[in-house]
């Protein structure tokens, strides 16, 4: 026999109950629990209802009044309580909650409510009136809202947290079978065994930065899912014309039992004498109150409809079936917020399984359809990270810093198209700051004349030619020269042009005789 009855019930006969025949309330609840198979989070359902501005049923039981429906915005406390509950489930369970006696500074105390687990219920009986979900539902939200208590078993797994990194709660350890931990130092994140180190006290398994492996990870399901983009615009976009938001039909249900509340009112007032205005008084306020409901909700749906979106045009249309074509664009969209690819790999992967071995980090993604996928990533050395220039960028700086001064490399490394680690433009100041972390020596007026070079300008003066001349006789190979990339100097050996100078001296004819043979002075 039920002794009390959750909201979104009443009873039926003695021992048997039924789902409200409100059909407000009914939608409360399917609502609640089909946004927890969306958010994965008790927490994030009760802040999605509360910024939504939408109510729950409570169940009120006065002696007066008997049971009654109040509809009130939810505290955490309520929402964990409809999805915790195996009512929902069609199950009737007796037995969840018991006491707990302890004797402290001599006095005895008694802690109540406190939660038994599942096998410990005195009673459970399934099948026993129509649910809200089915079983199997109501178990696999128990799991996930289980291990969404953070520090109370293996690391976070299932609901989408805060936090850039997207793999959290998907990689498993390879090595000893416990969930992946995340770790932030600033904007940059790590992954890491932890199990072993809290547990036995030993040295964690794996640890590696999270950048790399998210990039990997995300460029892998964006392969495997970019056929399935196109087909995913047009459900978009038929769900555009069609959906009507949770939080306008709510309130689209309570305005039709505010209508049906205001018209009560008013017949009551209706049917009382006039001249008992001790009765009439009190009905015209309660009358008044009602029609105040009316308006008041009358203005919310307004509010929503003014915010709603105007329909898609034909442009957006087009722009939006482009968008499901090319997801990796829809990914990298700045929109895009990372709480959006997290839920997008989630929806894809059921777990990751992580190794390091040799050097690599050897991840196996465990798709939800039951393939899997092998992926390895070498890891990053000592000392280096995500801002590391390239290793041509670096040997590039290093010769420049032979040839010319801090200012002029800065531009031909902006000329040439190479950015800093962090994707910035270099200035003298980024590119002093570089040479003394890699204990790169300044550039020195004297360096060409010590190691006996010249520039193109110079060469063309010593052989008393243009500067374009000097440049056609170094691509043709009549005189030797080398420029490290485009726009940097061209660099000319002393000991070539003077070679050069004297082949040409020794070929000159002095006179129009072709047989007329050079006399060597000594």
Not at 1 to 19: N, P
Not at 30 to 55: C, M, N, P, T, Y
Not at 257 to 262: D, Q, Y
Not at 426 to 447: D, L
Request: glycine content about 10%.
């Amino acid at each position: 026999m039920f002794l009390s009855v959750a909201a979104g019930y009443v009873r039926a006969g003695r021992d048997g109950i039924e789902k409200d025949p409100d059909q407000r309330v009914q939608e409360a609840l399917r609502l609640v629990f089909a946004k927890f198979a969306e958010f994965q989070s008790v927490r994030q359902v009760h802040v999605w209802l509360r910024d939504e501005g939408i109510a729950l049923p409570v169940a009120c039981h006065r002696a007066a009044e008997g049971r009654s429906i109040a509809w009130r915005l939810p505290l955490y406390n309520n929402v964990h309580n409809i999805l915790t509950n195996p009512i929902y489930a069609g199950a009737y369970a007796f037995g969840r909650t018991m006491s707990k006696v302890s004797v402290e500074g001599g006095r005895k105390r008694v802690k109540r409510g406190l939660r038994r687990p599942q096998s410990d219920w005195e009673v459970l009986l399934k099948d026993q009136h129509e649910g809200y979900i089915t079983w199997g539902e109501f178990e696999r939200n128990q799991r996930v809202i289980a291990n969404n208590a953070t520090g109370k078993g293996a690391a976070v797994t299932g609901a989408v947290r805060r936090g850039e990194l997207l793999l959290a709660g998907l990689l498993r350890c390879g090595h000893c079978g416990r969930k992946l931990y995340v770790g932030y130092g600033g904007k940059a994140g790590r992954y890491y065994c932890q199990g072993g180190l809290v547990n036995h006290g030993t040295a964690r398994c794996i640890s590696f930065g999270g950048l790399r492996a998210d990039n990997a990870v995300g460029t892998e399901v964006l392969r495997v899912l970019k056929p399935l983009g196109i087909d995913a615009a047009v459900k978009a976009l038929s769900a555009q014309t069609r959906e009507v938001s949770a939080a306008q039909r709510q309130l689209e249900l309570a305005l039709q039992e505010a209508h049906f509340s205001a018209a009560y009112a008013r017949r009551q007032y209706d049917a009382v004498d006039p001249a008992n205005r001790l009765v009439a008084g009190e009905l015209e306020r309660r009358w008044n109150e009602a029609l105040q409901v009316v308006h008041r909700l009358e203005g919310e749906i307004a509010k929503l409809e003014a915010k709603k979106p105007a329909p898609l045009g034909e442009e957006e249309r087009r722009q939006l079936m482009q968008l499901g074509a090319d997801l990796e664009l829809a990914w990298s969209h700045p929109a895009a917020t990372a709480e959006t690819r997290k839920r997008i790999l989630r929806t894809a992967l059921h777990e990751i399984v992580v190794r390091i071995e040799g050097g690599l980090i050897q991840m196996v993604l465990h798709w939800q359809g039951g393939d899997h996928t092998a992926l390895q990533l070498k890891m990053n050395g000592a000392g280096k990270h995500r801002w590391t220039v390239p290793e041509d960028t670096l040997s590039l700086i290093r010769e420049l810093a032979r040839l010319m001064p801090d200012q002029q490399i800065a531009r031909l490394l902006n000329r040439a198209g190479k950015p800093t680690g962090r994707g910035n433009g270099w200035t003298k100041t980024r590119v002093c700051s570089f040479r003394s972390h890699y204990g790169i020596a300044v550039y020195r007026e004297s360096e060409w004349a010590e190691r006996g070079e010249i520039t193109l300008q110079a060469a063309a003066q010593i052989m008393d030619v243009s500067v374009m001349t000097a440049l056609r006789m170094i691509r043709h190979g009549i005189i030797k020269g080398r420029q490290l990339c485009r726009g940097a100097p061209w660099v000319i050996k002393g000991e070539d042009l003077a070679a050069y100078r004297e082949h040409k001296a020794s070929r000159r004819s002095l006179t129009s005789n072709p047989a007329q043979q050079n006399f060597q002075f000594q």
